[in-house]
């Protein structure tokens, strides 16, 4: 095989989520059935936030990106996850190896700070209800969203740079069901010390800042709601903020789950089930949580029926 960026290896094999063919084919009608649902939900919040002008919000913008992000994100790992359950040759090339790499930072990051922008929107909302118009006025929520696409722009082009400096020898058989960072830094023969160190460096950040944020907002939100006087006050409150802390606890508990266990607890087995929720599960219930849970987006469905835009 020639070598492609000092590298050996031209392709990778991908184990994928389990070997046993009796669970290939059920496994595939469930990713199946999840991905449309995905698809159907994020397509179905972004159309009706963009035909809809009582939705033209701050909230729903960040949500318009958030179910962008999604669509996108579920994109980059399902339809070759589900080819490869019909597969005996679970290949990817080293060019999309790489490529799925970069589009995994870029994505799970800008999840990361779109949920953090949308916590802030909701501290916002409810502890500075008067300030909000200039708090978050179109030219902030744009600014929150480029610094959003930037920083996951450059997690990105770090984490895959550092990957394309490493030479992968012989061992090409990845231990999971897409090109993540630690199942491929363990396939290669050169040093990954620089590799680990900017995973720690960049990784750190973009959760220190993410949950900081998200856990001051809702520190303040809790302590704004109970000193509410308003009994139906502080069960609006909630139920605004519930959907969001469903979203946020999904995305970053299953990503915790994943990324920081201890390493004697068998990781990689327990790494690509916990993937699951934030590749899979998580894109797919963002939409349904905001969806089903959302009366606004109820009533701007049913307003788009009734007009038979859809």
């Given at each position: ?12 094999i991908?184990?994928?989520?389990t070997d046993?063919p009796?669970?290939q084919l059920?496994?595939f009608f469930l990713?199946?059935a999840m991905?449309?649902i ?5 397509l179905?919040?972004i159309t009706l936030?963009?035909?809809?002008s009582h939705l033209q ?11 962008f ?5 579920s994109?980059?790992?399902?339809p070759?996850?589900l080819i ?17 790499l970069?589009f995994?930072c ?7 700070y779109?949920l ?8 916002v ?7 909000y ?7 902030v929520?744009?600014n929150l ?10 997690t ?7 990957m394309?400096r490493?030479?992968f020898?012989?061992a090409?058989?990845i231990?999971h069901y897409f090109?993540?960072?630690l199942?491929v830094?363990?396939l ?6 620089v ?5 720690f ?5 973009n ?6 944020t998200?856990?001051?907002s809702y520190?303040f ?11 139906d006050g ?10 969001h ?10 990503g915790?789950f994943a990324?920081l266990?201890?390493?004697s607890?068998?990781?990689?087995n ?7 929720f934030?590749t899979?599960?998580?894109p797919m ?9 959302n ?12 007009r038979?835009?859809?």
């Amino acid at each position: 095989m020639s070598p492609g960026n000092g590298s050996l290896v031209t392709q990778f094999i991908l184990v994928g989520l389990t070997d046993h063919p009796d669970l290939q084919l059920p496994l595939f009608f469930l990713f199946l059935a999840m991905y449309s649902i995905t698809v159907v939900g994020n397509l179905g919040l972004i159309t009706l936030i963009g035909l809809n002008s009582h939705l033209q919000t701050p909230m729903y913008f960040f949500l318009f990106n958030l179910s962008f992000i999604d669509l996108c994100y579920s994109t980059v790992f399902t339809p070759k996850m589900l080819i490869n359950f019909l597969s005996r040759n679970n290949i990817i090339s080293y060019q999309g190896c790489m490529t799925q790499l970069y589009f995994f930072c870029f994505f799970i990051i800008s999840e990361c700070y779109v949920l953090t922008s949308m916590a802030y929107d909701r501290y916002v909302a409810i502890c500075n209800p008067l300030l909000y118009d200039i708090a978050m006025s179109p030219k902030v929520c744009s600014n929150l969203m480029f610094g959003s696409y930037l920083m996951a722009f450059s997690t990105a082009v770090a984490h895959t740079g550092c990957m394309l400096r490493l030479t992968f020898c012989d061992a090409n058989t990845i231990n999971h069901y897409f090109c993540d960072i630690l199942p491929v830094l363990q396939l290669s023969c050169t040093s990954t010390y620089v590799n680990e160190l900017v995973l720690f460096i960049v990784g750190s950040i973009n959760i220190f800042v993410p949950s900081l944020t998200i856990f001051v907002s809702y520190g303040f939100i809790l302590c704004s709601i109970l000193h509410m006087n308003s009994t139906d006050g502080r069960s609006k409150a909630f139920s605004t903020c519930s959907s969001h802390i469903m979203a946020v606890s999904l995305f970053f508990g299953s990503g915790s789950f994943a990324y920081l266990h201890p390493s004697s607890a068998s990781p990689m087995n327990e790494g690509k089930i916990s993937s699951v929720f934030y590749t899979n599960v998580v894109p797919m219930m963002n939409s349904l949580i905001y969806s089903l849970r959302n009366k606004d987006v109820k009533l701007a469905l049913t307003k788009t029926l009734s007009r038979g835009l859809f």
